[in-house]
């Protein structure tokens, strides 16, 4: 049997970590990123970890676990990054490493361990469960959590489960799935050993994070609740069930003090046999802060003693008022509108006295309900409303009255201020909001009237060095704000304990956008030298510059951390985040690197007295104050502005019939006299003369069945430009439908003689199939869903989301299928299939219909998709749906062109491609040089974030979109993308027209 050697890091081995992580790139993705000795040094320092842990062989490192105490909750230690290097793998070195891991939790104290993965890393999740993890079934990712600390030091499950034994002594069924048995809204997570005492089981509940039941050789103890859902004012009934397997067991029990339930209950009794305590409660008070379904909740707790052995039965209360109410402004109409959901699977009956109003509102609401009612808005002039609203709930066994207060924001862009509610602190600033999570302690920016979000997150604030990351678990202790003249300023004050003092975070904020970001702090004890302190802030980039030496950095395509910012040379830095821009500015004694996904701006003081306050230097960035870097820094560079010219067809759209005439149209919109030589596909020089506000129209016959470059080339005496357009020819031929049966299930195809497409409902939500003459363009996994790569389960082809939902809950809706007709407004007539997506067991989009439409014309090698988001009587705010393209790699390597530029490329091979900017082209191609075959994606709308993605085992297209819709706009229609297949490597240009085409609503 191998063995290796497990050690704690320290800085010598920080080259052979660097070098085991340069040599596992494949097993990330095929990532390229190459890290140095000092790259691990930065990162060491900086991330948290409590320690790390090194799997050696000889002098080599082949393991790396991070050891860290978890961000995400209370009560856990984290495994932050567990990698072993690929030659390694299968030894046995990862099962060392995650066991050495728990082994340290016990010793620490500490009753949890947790970890993330991604779905489609099912080859490491037997591993994981063997070695006492499990499963949550959530959404937004895949956390595993470790309860063996927990039982090793259990006073009575730690007699029988031993820390050197319990690996052999675990029997578990390992399923690659989630875990968890359901039970009255609790989830349980089930341990059994087989020990040399015999069998023992412990139930673990899910949301408290605790023990609730157990079971030994010679007693079985459980503690229920009736549901897990508790609502305010109502009375329910726990249980104690104790069974005494042997002889008669005394039992003592009692309730421990709950934050939001009152609850007397003491038991002293000697049971025989099986015998159940009633355990009676009311719910005195909701909290404040909405419980999140992936935190540790409130407990409520019995202390048992058995035969004198004291121990914790616990079960986690999910404690909620019978309905949210949320507030939204509709400034316009001078009203604002609260949205009600029913948190309940039961109808209920409300009636709400809203503070204003003259009459009370009364509705029936059905399980998991929404509805909107609107009220005048009394308030006009910008600042915090607060709503009254006394609530009283009927349902079949409970009334509950109690009132809450609504906080609404009236934002106006030429005032500041701020706004506390029980789960955020908003700075209101002019146009943008900041708004401080009392939760995760991060801060994040909002448009304020349209609350898209902008893509800049400023987190908590370090101290030391290595970096201490304390505030990433800690709400501010005290805040204070005052509007000052042109802006607004917020003081938040921290509390710490080690080292013994207070920092502030100083925020400034002008109107105008101008930022000002400043630690202070006050050491409350002795003398501290070397002092760090840092501020963390996460961007969305697609452009970088900044200065470096005696040359400008312009960084495309090009993640923070992948740029050598310690070369920055003079203390500026701009980032363009596409819509949005980011001017940095700081002070010469500071530092800005970026270890990770995070970036640091990092201050360093020698030292700090007693009773000694230390206000470092501000970071400054403006928001959207500088449309580019060439104003921020003027005189760092400057770039000429040229006149725009644009080609387009005479009758609006480059469909054609074989053998037609077309008219194009030359336009100009400079207010300038151009004049030079003009050429149609290099046919001869036709002279041209542009004045202002001008157009020149051209003609040319089109004969091809393929798509069609129409090139102009137009020459002046001091410059050459080309221009393009596609044409897409049609025919009057027939698209056919048809039905077919394979696998159990119904195959709709669409062929229109040119290609053929298929969708398969019962199987997957998508357009799994698309066909050429000559191959398949689509990459999928019919007749069956299952893992790829990072996804899991995965079907392929082309579909569209919610970006919010992953796989496993898109497969639990019911997805149905249709042949439909659609007309543009240039008159031709659209066939294909439409696939609806019906949500009805989802929290956030119950009731949703996504419909998705995939249409062709006859003898067309086009296919245009777009969906369909049918949400009525709801509310969007900055929700985002995503569609996205699984392309077939085959057995050849594929060139992808994300650019303009036919010279810039990607071939699709074993490395990770990740492009994500700005700068990438709406038309993205693909082309197969071994078929002679290409595919090209042309994405019609400007607000699409796109996204290309590949690594040995994908090939995937990506848009998404954020949507904000009230009331009345129930339906919102994406915008085409289009997929075009070419049997001509075709450029990016020319297929800007197909912006312009719209589909009519209905069947024709």
């Not at 077919?740 to 409902?761: Q, S, V, Y």
Request: aromatic content about 12%; overall charge negative; some cysteine.
């Amino acid at each position: 049997m191998l063995t290796y050697d497990i050690m704690e890091y320290d800085e010598s081995f920080a080259a052979a970590v660097a070098k085991m992580w340069n040599e596992s790139r494949e097993g990330w993705g095929g990532d390229q990123e190459v890290e140095t000795e000092e790259d691990r040094k930065t990162a060491e320092q900086t991330n948290g970890n409590i320690l790390t842990l090194l799997a050696f062989d000889g002098e080599s490192v082949i393991g790396y676990c991070g050891f860290s105490e978890y961000k995400g909750d209370e009560g856990a230690l984290y495994i932050p990054l567990l990698n072993v290097h690929p030659e390694h793998h299968g030894k046995g070195v990862g099962k060392r490493l995650v066991l050495e891991a728990v082994k340290r939790t016990t010793e620490q104290g500490w009753p949890r361990l947790d970890l993330y993965t991604w779905p489609g890393n099912t080859k490491a999740v037997p591993l994981y469960k063997r070695c006492g993890f499990f499963w949550e079934e959530r959404d937004d990712r895949v956390h595993l959590l470790n309860f063996i600390p927990k039982i090793l030091t259990h006073s009575v499950l730690g007699q029988y489960v031993q820390s050197s034994t319990w690996y052999a002594d675990l029997k578990r069924e390992i399923e690659i799935k989630p875990d968890g048995e359901k039970e009255n809204g609790f989830v349980y997570y089930t341990y059994q050993f087989e020990t040399e005492n015999g069998p023992v089981s412990a139930k673990i509940e899910q949301s408290g994070r605790g023990i609730s039941s157990f079971s030994t050789p010679d007693y079985e103890v459980e503690f229920t609740l009736p549901t897990h859902l508790l609502l305010l004012s109502g009375e329910y009934e726990g249980t104690l069930r104790l069974h005494a397997k042997h002889d008669s067991i005394q039992l003592k029990a009692t309730v421990e003090d709950h934050p939001y339930i009152s609850a007397k209950n003491h038991i002293d009794e000697r049971v025989s046999g099986t015998k159940s305590f009633s355990i009676p409660f009311r719910v005195e008070q909701a909290p404040e802060l909405q419980q999140s379904k992936w935190k540790t909740h409130p407990k409520l707790s019995l202390t048992v003693s058995i035969n004198g052995e004291e121990f914790q039965l616990e079960i986690g209360t999910s404690i909620q008022k019978p309905v949210t109410i949320e507030p939204y402004l509709l400034k316009e109409q001078g009203l604002y509108c609260l949205q009600v959901k029913n948190q309940l699977e039961e109808v209920q009956d409300l009636t709400l006295n809203v503070t204003g109003s003259q009459e009370p509102v009364t509705l029936s609401l059905n399980p998991l309900e929404k509805q909107v009612i609107t009220a005048p808005l009394s308030q006009k002039e910008a600042g915090e409303l607060k709503i009254g609203v006394q609530v009283q709930s009927t349902l079949s066994w409970l009334v509950s009255s109690y009132e809450e207060t609504v906080h609404l924001a009236i934002p106006s862009r030429d005032e500041a201020f701020v706004m506390e509610t029980p789960t955020f602190l908003y700075l209101y600033n002019g146009a943008y909001v900041m708004k401080w999570s009392k939760e995760d302690h991060v801060a994040t920016l909002e448009d304020a009237f349209t609350s898209e979000k902008i893509p800049l997150v400023f987190l908590h604030p370090t101290i030391g060095m290595p970096a201490k990351h304390a505030l990433a678990k800690q709400t501010w202790t005290r805040y204070s704000w005052e509007k000052q003249a042109g802006g607004i300023e917020l003081r938040l004050e921290y509390d710490m304990k080690e080292p013994e003092c207070t920092i502030t975070r100083i925020i400034h904020w002008s109107i105008a956008g101008e930022l000002t970001m400043a630690l202070e702090l006050f050491n409350l004890k002795e003398g501290i030298e070397d002092v760090y302190v840092g501020q963390l802030f996460y961007a969305e980039e697609e452009q970088v510059v900044f200065p470096m030496g005696q040359s400008l950095l312009a960084a495309d395509d090009a993640a923070l951390d992948l740029l050598p910012l310690e070369q920055i040379s003079e203390p500026w830095m701009f980032i363009d985040g596409g819509s949005h821009t980011f001017a940095f500015e700081w002070s010469n004694d500071a530092k800005v690197y970026s270890p990770s996904w995070q970036t640091v701006f990092e201050q360093h003081t020698h030292a700090i007295s007693a009773n000694e306050t230390h206000q470092f230097a501000p970071l400054k960035i403006g928001i959207n104050v500088f449309k580019d870097w060439q104003t921020f820094q003027p005189n760092a560079t400057s770039l000429p502005i040229k006149p725009l010219t644009n080609l387009t067809f005479a009758q609006g759209h480059g469909f054609y019939k074989p053998g037609t005439e077309q008219e194009l149209i030359l336009e100009q919109f400079s207010q300038e006299i151009t004049s030079g030589g003009l050429r149609l596909n290099h046919g001869k020089d036709e002279e041209v003369h542009l004045e202002g506000l001008d157009r020149h129209l051209l003609k040319e016959t089109l004969h091809s069945k393929s798509v069609t470059n129409l090139k102009v080339e137009f020459e002046t005496g001091s410059a050459k430009t080309s221009y393009s357009l596609k044409g897409v020819p049609f025919a009057e031929g027939k698209v056919t439908e048809s039905i077919n049966h394979e696998h159990g299930m119904d195959i709709w195809t669409i062929t229109n003689g040119k290609l053929t497409f298929k969708a398969a409902p019962d199987y997957f939500p998508a357009m799994y199939s698309l066909q050429s003459k000559t191959k398949e363009w689509l990459d999928h996994s019919f007749p069956k869903p299952g893992p790829k790569s990072w996804w899991n389960p995965w079907g392929g082809g082309i579909h569209s989301l919610p970006n919010d939902v992953n796989l496993y809950t898109l497969l639990k809706q019911q997805t149905t299928a249709s042949f439909i007709k659609r007309k543009d407004q240039w008159g031709h007539q659209w066939q294909g299939i439409q696939l609806t997506i019906e949500f009805t067991n989802h929290d956030r989009w119950n009731g949703l219909k996504l419909k998705q439409y995939y249409l062709t014309l006859p003898e067309c090698p086009m296919v245009a998709t777009y969906y369909e988001i049918d949400y009525p009587n709801q509310l969007l705010r900055s929700d985002a749906f995503r569609s996205v393209c699984f392309i077939d790699k085959g057995e050849s390597s594929l060139s992808i062109y994300p650019f303009d530029s036919n010279e810039t490329y990607n071939k699709s091979g074993t490395e990770e491609l990740e492009v994500s900017l700005s700068s990438m082209s709406e038309t993205t191609r693909i082309w197969d040089e071994k078929n002679h075959e290409g595919l090209a994606m042309i994405s019609t709308d400007a607000e699409n974030q796109l996204a290309v993605y590949s690594n040995a085992e994908a090939l995937v297209y990506e848009t998404k979109k954020q949507y904000t819709a009230y009331l009345s706009d129930s339906s919102i229609h994406s915008k085409p993308i289009f997929y075009c297949l070419t049997d001509k490597h075709q450029s990016a240009l020319g297929w800007e027209w197909l912006k312009q085409l719209r589909f009519t609503e209905g069947n024709v």
